[in-house]
């Protein structure tokens, strides 16, 4: 009996004589109705991986949404895709005759939202050997994650476009280590998990053991086959991490 809650009669009790007849009676045993409830099955929670990127020409956008595909290869977990805030006038953007994103459904992200992932994939171009402004801005507006250390612990990852071969594959991730490092978010390579692919010279190829990438040329350059599969490979291992650390976290 809880405490000022009354004792709720039994079915397997005898029906206590004010209870005639004409008395409906106590109704259904809320104890019965609250088990049945319960044994309905429920879909299982998925785990996310939020890719989160900035694309000017289109091409990490291409290696977003395959990297997408991959993460969707490993049963529970799904990739969630988000742009970053454009910080280019319109005058600049249309200057620099880059396409229009249109309403393709893909969200802008807030700082506040990356607490809601289970993992974090970060895409954009290069700039010097580093990421992107618009990027780096996003990364500048985490200030209050930062000091209550809310993505600590959280695995995340890079995948990069540059303009030529020496552009920054490797530095464009190797430099943005950085954020992650003064988050606490475990930085996650690919290593040389692709196998073969990695070691290919048939073909020029974007990419390195930091993570997926693409050479865009002067913009008009079409992500390789390889680039793709590399870009697919990479969700695929990063869900396989993420699912790892989900299902021995104790926190």
């Given at each position: 009996?809880?405490?000022?809650?009354g004792?709720?009669?039994?079915?397997?009790?005898?029906?206590?004589?004010?209870?005639?007849?004409?008395?409906?009676?106590p109704?259904?045993?809320?104890?019965?109705e609250?088990?049945?409830?319960n044994s309905?099955?429920?879909?299982?929670?998925?785990l996310r991986?939020f890719?989160?990127f900035?694309?000017m020409?289109?091409?990490?956008?291409?290696?977003?949404?395959n990297?997408?595909t991959?993460?969707?290869?490993i049963?529970?977990?799904?990739?969630?895709?988000?742009?970053?805030?454009?910080?280019?006038?319109f005058?600049t953007?249309?200057?620099?005759?880059?396409p229009?994103?249109?309403?393709?459904?893909?969200?802008?992200i807030?700082?506040e939202?990356?607490?809601?992932?289970?993992?974090?994939?970060?895409?954009f171009?290069?700039?010097?050997?580093?990421m992107?402004?618009?990027?780096k801005?996003?990364?500048d507006?985490?200030g209050?994650?930062?000091?209550e250390?809310?993505?600590?612990?959280?695995?995340?990852g890079?995948?990069?476009?540059?303009?030529?071969?020496?552009g920054?594959?490797?530095?464009?991730a190797?430099?943005?280590i950085?954020?992650?490092a003064?988050?606490?978010?475990l930085?996650v390579?690919i290593?040389?998990?692709?196998?073969?692919?990695?070691?290919?010279?048939d073909?020029?190829?974007?990419?390195?053991p930091y993570?997926?990438?693409?050479f865009?040329?002067d913009?008009?350059r079409?992500?390789?086959?390889?680039?793709?599969?590399?870009?697919?490979?990479?969700?695929?291992?990063?869900?396989?991490?993420?699912k790892?650390?989900g299902?021995?976290?104790?926190?």
């Amino acid at each position: 009996m809880g405490k000022g809650g009354g004792c709720i009669p039994s079915k397997h009790q005898p029906v206590p004589p004010s209870l005639t007849d004409s008395d409906p009676g106590p109704g259904p045993d809320p104890i019965s109705e609250t088990t049945h409830h319960n044994s309905i099955p429920t879909e299982p929670h998925k785990l996310r991986i939020f890719i989160i990127f900035y694309s000017m020409y289109g091409h990490v956008e291409t290696l977003a949404n395959n990297i997408k595909t991959g993460i969707e290869e490993i049963e529970g977990v799904e990739g969630v895709l988000f742009r970053v805030p454009e910080t280019l006038s319109f005058e600049t953007l249309t200057a620099m005759k880059v396409p229009e994103k249109g309403d393709d459904g893909i969200p802008v992200i807030s700082p506040e939202e990356l607490v809601e992932a289970d993992g974090l994939l970060f895409g954009f171009p290069t700039r010097y050997g580093c990421m992107s402004a618009q990027m780096k801005a996003f990364f500048d507006s985490t200030g209050g994650l930062w000091r209550e250390q809310r993505l600590a612990g959280v695995p995340a990852g890079f995948f990069v476009s540059t303009g030529t071969q020496g552009g920054g594959q490797e530095t464009t991730a190797w430099t943005a280590i950085t954020q992650l490092a003064h988050h606490g978010m475990l930085y996650v390579p690919i290593g040389y998990t692709f196998g073969a692919g990695m070691f290919k010279m048939d073909s020029i190829r974007g990419g390195s053991p930091y993570g997926a990438g693409v050479f865009s040329g002067d913009g008009t350059r079409e992500p390789s086959q390889r680039e793709l599969e590399l870009a697919q490979h990479q969700g695929k291992y990063m869900a396989m991490i993420v699912k790892r650390f989900g299902s021995h976290s104790t926190l």
